[in-house]
């Protein structure tokens, strides 16, 4: 008993002393050399993933980190959201999910380090990048590049969230656990069409960080030149090739991509962790001392911030951690495995000298070793496709091809990127098991003459651009004009013609005379045509051209104009005779006159109550629900509507467009890891909504009633709308007894912990076919493999069976026997 507790003392006494500065507070010196970050004069090496504050939840928060550090990580990394803290100019928001201080004190809480990466351009899928559309406005003003107007707003930002960051005490030499900070963001890809002026302001950058006197380090990712000592990093799906610019900036890898975001219209990427975990073991191999998982829980667009153009609501990314924030299985768990077997050789990879040598073709052995002898090796095939066999100090060991295996004592290997000993899992979305239906549904019609009526209705002799009129205070912009015709005019053809608008996007609803007539969506510049009828007499044509996310990436991304900016917007009718209304007067409004009522003065808010309306475009709707039972996370499933947005209880949950299906025939699965992955290899979810589910976080419902209001732009079917909640309780296991190297093959389940294994929803061992969620008997199947799973595995947390002809009695023989599983937790 004494022992015990000693023991468990000296356990926390260690885990203390390891995250000693992050958790106790205590000060921390953090420099760096040539080789990897020196932490208190120690070098390291660090394993980081990215989590961004607003894509989750406070209350997400400490669940997301506490996996994390069981995952293996040292690091979170996250971004900083300047239009969101800044969403006007000089009026700042930090409240909630934006409250950063509070985000690096729960990373700290949990033992782990922080990178913040300041930007404040930071990309990332987010709105314009992330910078303020504000920005865009400002006379004179040019974005990253050297212009005075730019800087003096990136420095007045920069300056205060790192003035916030020193206040809190957040930096590691003040005992918090900020060990690294980023300005600007990818400058490299894009300053060649800044010219001179890109040079300049990226030197100006540099200097404006290192004015600031943060006693950590800074760094810019994707910046060949990078002034020392600002340190260049690496973002790609592999950096192995990677060196930074300076011999006296170790190699750091700030993004290892860990799959993909989604665009409306666009399958789901998949990246294989057999080919995450081989780039980052590749990493190591070549020198690498840092690096970060972009994402390690992308989380959740909520609201406007997806940046795009139509980047969806979700963030998911096929990260480690999904949406919900649960363990992506065997990613998480497999990657976990790979940072213990990384760790172990900590002291031979930061201070060992490496020495390589060929085994054969694309086959190198890396060894490390310090002066007192410790050691830490690397086997690597490279090829990708030919598996290998070699001999290292006079060893065989088998290498798959693109593999790579972590050996810490220089013999014994204890990783090998491709061989994944863990289960699969998949969630199951489950109807609310309470059986509450959505009620008392209520609607309103989003009146076209309401919005041309309003107060801030605006007139202009021209077609405006829409980014620099709504100055993102919203999706939607109104234009709308008269125009007189008769059966005269040269292109009447009886009133039946074609309005033809030109626009820079991203989505346009038509109206003529009040009645929506057409619906048309498209990216960069294109033509929608709608035939349509006029009267003689005065006609009313009303364009609403809406933004589905402004677009984050490239250079001079945000001069990327919207709307219908310079049109022509046109009639056309008989032998083509066209009249042009372009420089007609418009009348303009920014926004929905519904959402305004509805924010100002919800009590006075028309809904109505009879004769619910289904396909209807520009439709709000209303209805009450109760929050499902349990933990789990919680989805509401708007697959039979449209395009719009929903919000829940008053928050905006994003963007909706299940109506946007992901091409036929653009998918790719079986998906094989081996070769260079990109986010087109290993797809699912063809001929699908690229998202019909979106996520509801816990902490937005409440006890008793909750209320969900959607804004339907083109039409939709609201009683197909259900809240459903989301689980991971199913895995799945297959090994073959030969044919995958040399070990003992074992089929292993385990559960998240504290669940049991419930029942065994397939086992077949001879010739399963399929993958998991979908296995199928195959042509040989041993009968006993059902109740000699259940035996083995029914209410345990986690069980093993070994792949082995002696234990199930089959009558068939194949070269290769399999065994595969499916079970429910
Ligand atoms: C990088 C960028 C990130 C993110 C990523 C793709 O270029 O730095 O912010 O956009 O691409 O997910």
Request: proline letters at 5%.
């Amino acid at each position: 008993m004494a022992s015990s507790v000693l023991r468990v003392a000296i356990v926390l006494l260690s885990v203390a002393v390891f995250f000693g500065v992050a958790a106790g507070g205590k000060p921390l010196v953090v420099s760096h050399d040539g080789r990897s970050l020196l932490l208190d004069g120690r070098r390291r090496i660090i394993i980081s993933g990215s989590i961004h504050y607003p894509r989750s939840t406070p209350e997400m928060w400490p669940g997301l980190f506490q996996k994390a550090k069981e995952g293996g990580l040292d690091a979170i990394e996250t971004y900083i959201f300047w239009n969101a803290h800044e969403p006007e100019r000089r009026q700042y928001n930090f409240e909630g999910r934006l409250d950063f201080i509070k985000f690096v004190k729960a990373v700290q809480q949990a033992g782990l380090y922080a990178i913040i990466r300041i930007g404040p351009y930071v990309c990332a899928e987010w709105n314009y990048g992330g910078l303020p559309v504000w920005l865009h406005n400002i006379p004179g003003l040019q974005m990253r590049t050297n212009n005075a107007a730019f800087e003096y707003e990136m420095a007045t930002f920069t300056r205060k969230i790192v003035y916030m960051i020193k206040e809190a005490g957040l930096l590691a030499s003040q005992g918090g656990p900020i060990i690294l900070l980023q300005i600007e963001n990818e400058y490299g890809n894009v300053i060649s069409p800044y010219g001179n002026a890109g040079k300049a302001y990226l030197n100006w950058a540099a200097k404006l960080a290192l004015s600031m006197n943060v006693s950590v380090p800074w760094i810019m990712c994707q910046e060949s030149d990078a002034p020392p000592p600002m340190i260049n990093t690496c973002n790609g799906f592999y950096c192995d090739q990677f060196e930074p610019n300076s011999s006296t900036s170790p190699k750091m890898w700030t993004e290892n991509w860990t799959g993909w975001f989604k665009n409306y219209g666009g399958t789901h990427p998949h990246r294989p962790v057999e080919d995450i975990a081989y780039a980052v073991a590749r990493f190591f191999q070549t020198g690498g001392t840092l690096q970060n998982y972009y994402m390690y829980h992308g989380g959740t667009n909520f609201d406007r911030s997806a940046g795009g153009p139509f980047i969806t609501t979700s963030y998911d990314y096929d990260a480690p951690l999904d949406e919900y924030g649960y363990a992506r299985q065997p990613k998480w768990g497999h990657l976990k495995d790979l940072h213990s077997s990384l760790k172990m050789m900590e002291k031979a990879l930061t201070y060992g000298t490496r020495q390589n040598i060929t085994l054969g073709d694309q086959l190198v052995a890396s060894i490390y070793k310090t002066e007192d002898g410790t050691s830490g090796c690397f086997l690597s095939n490279t090829n990708d496709s030919v598996d290998a066999t070699v001999t290292f100090n006079g060893i065989k060991y088998f290498l798959p091809a693109w593999s790579v295996s972590i050996l810490p004592d220089c013999k014994n290997a204890v990783f090998n990127s491709a061989k994944v000993n863990v289960p699969t899992s998949l969630i199951s979305v489950k109807e609310d098991a309470s059986g509450h239906a959505l009620r008392n549904w209520q609607w309103h019609k989003e009146l076209v003459f309401y919005n041309l009526r309003a107060p801030d209705v605006f007139p202009a002799q021209k077609l405006l651009e829409q980014i620099s009129t709504t100055v993102d205070h919203s999706d939607y912009l109104w234009y709308s004009t008269g125009v007189h015709v008769s059966e005269e005019d040269p292109f009447w053809n009886n009133g039946q013609v074609v309005l033809r608008v030109n626009t820079s996007g991203h989505a346009l609803h038509i109206f003529v005379n009040h009645v929506h007539v057409g619906f048309g969506y498209g990216r960069g510049t294109f033509v929608v045509e709608q035939p349509v009828e006029l009267k003689p007499g005065k006609n009313y044509i009303t364009l609403l051209s809406v933004t589905v996310g402004l677009q984050n990436y490239g250079a001079f991304f945000d001069l990327a104009p919207a709307g219908i900016s310079s049109g022509p917007v046109e009639i056309v009718g008989q032998n083509n005779a066209t009249k042009d209304l372009t420089s007609k007067l418009w009348m303009y409004k920014t926004g929905l006159k519904g959402l305004e009522d509805l924010s100002n003065s919800p009590e006075t808010f028309r809904w109505r109550t009879k004769g619910l309306p289904r396909n209807s475009s520009l439709t709000w709707y209303k209805a009450e629900f109760e929050a499902p039972e349990g933990e789990d996370a919680v989805v509401v499933d708007l697959g039979s509507m449209g395009k719009g947005y929903a919000w829940v209880n008053g928050k905006n949950i994003g963007r909706y467009w299940p109506l946007y299906t992901a091409p036929k025939n653009e998918c790719s699965t079986p998906c094989d890891y081996k070769g260079a992955y990109g986010p087109s290899k290993c797809t699912t979810g063809c001929d699908e909504p690229t998202q019909r589910r979106y996520h509801v976080p816990r902490s937005w419902l409440q006890e008793g009633s909750n209320t969900l209001v959607l804004f339907e732009e083109v039409g939709g079917e609201p009683s197909g709308v259900s809240f459903k909640t989301v689980h991971n309780d199913r895995l799945c296991s297959s090994a073959s007894s030969k044919g995958s190297g040399d070990d003992k093959q074992l089929v292993h389940l385990q559960c998240p912990s504290g669940r049991t294994i419930s029942s065994i929803k397939f086992a077949s061992f001879g010739d399963p076919q399929g993958s998991c969620g979908a296995f199928k008997i195959g042509s040989c199947h041993a009968p006993d493999s059902q109740s000699i799973l259940e035996k083995a595995c029914l209410g345990r947390e986690s069980c093993s069976v070994s792949v082995s002809e002696e234990d199930f009695k089959s009558s068939c023989r194949l070269p290769t026997m399999s065994l595969a599983v499916e079970a429910l937790c």
